[in-house]
């Protein structure tokens, strides 16, 4: 697979790396937060099939398969995408899982006293990158056995204007940086919405809108960037453990969307 895979239109380009979103621009304006600055260390990634730090848990899940050993944000991220379609304004990546397969957790062990994780469940999960006009489509979906557990999350990082003056609009209410930073590494809260509107003070304004997600958490450390990520759940409210019971189930195949839009 070539590492990157560009989309383009009349004014809008899209670089893929290896399945991961490194940069949309419309009009020579760049949208996505570009790895090497300060703040996070990637552009894009995916929380599947948790979110949220398993450390509570004793890095441990029970299903009914058995118990997983998982990390935060599970393992989808310790696996590779295979490119298997693109075109001018398309690319559709996939990964493909076999149950208790050990993946090396990149996490360990400076962050994590465990050297693998493994799922007891199969899945294939695919992510599909479609560019029209000023908009970007994200379209994520999985298959795997029917009744398994997930929760998903997506993990897009933006840029900000770097003054921190930056806000977003959602449930007709203004959230603010100083917020978002408040909320720490548990990420704040945007629940039970498909829209959020990021102002960004010398860009044009972002429209971010999901199907099937349900949810937001905003986290960031910098005024350089926001992660906005569309969420199945919030697992930060609760100290209750991680276990199947409070979990989406898998009807077999699910499918999600994540659209960005140039305003």
Request: hydrophobic share 35%; with cysteine.
């Amino acid at each position: 697979m070539k590492n990157t895979i560009t989309l383009k239109n009349i004014n809008s380009i899209v670089k893929i790396e290896k399945g991961e979103l490194i940069s949309f621009k419309v009009d020579d304006k760049e949208y996505i937060h570009q790895k090497g600055r300060k703040g996070w260390r990637k552009s894009d990634d995916e929380m599947f099939p948790v979110i949220g730090p398993l450390s509570k848990n004793n890095y441990r899940l029970h299903t009914k398969k058995g118990d997983a050993i998982l990390d935060q944000h599970g393992l989808l991220r310790e696996m590779e995408y295979d490119l298997f379609s693109a075109d001018e304004t398309s690319a559709k990546f996939r990964k493909v899982y076999a149950q208790n397969t050990p993946l090396q957790n990149a996490k360990f062990p400076k962050k994590s006293p465990e050297e693998f994780v493994f799922w007891p469940f199969d899945f294939t999960f695919e992510k599909h990158f479609t560019l029209k006009d000023n908009t970007l489509t994200i379209d994520f979906s999985f298959t795997s056995e029917t009744g398994m557990p997930f929760m998903l999350g997506y993990h897009p990082a933006f840029l900000l204007s770097n003054t921190g003056a930056d806000t977003l609009v959602a449930n007709n209410t203004k959230i603010t940086l100083s917020e978002i930073y408040k909320a720490g590494h548990n990420a704040f809260p945007v629940l039970h919405t498909n829209k959020i509107i990021l102002e960004n003070s010398d860009r044009n304004h972002l429209e971010i809108t999901t199907k099937n997600f349900n949810n937001f958490m905003l986290w960031t450390p910098v005024d350089n960037m926001l992660c906005i990520e569309p969420i199945t759940q919030y697992t930060s409210y609760t100290d209750e453990k991680f276990s199947e019971e409070n979990m989406s189930i898998s009807s077999g195949k699910e499918s999600f969307s994540f659209e960005i839009k140039v305003l």
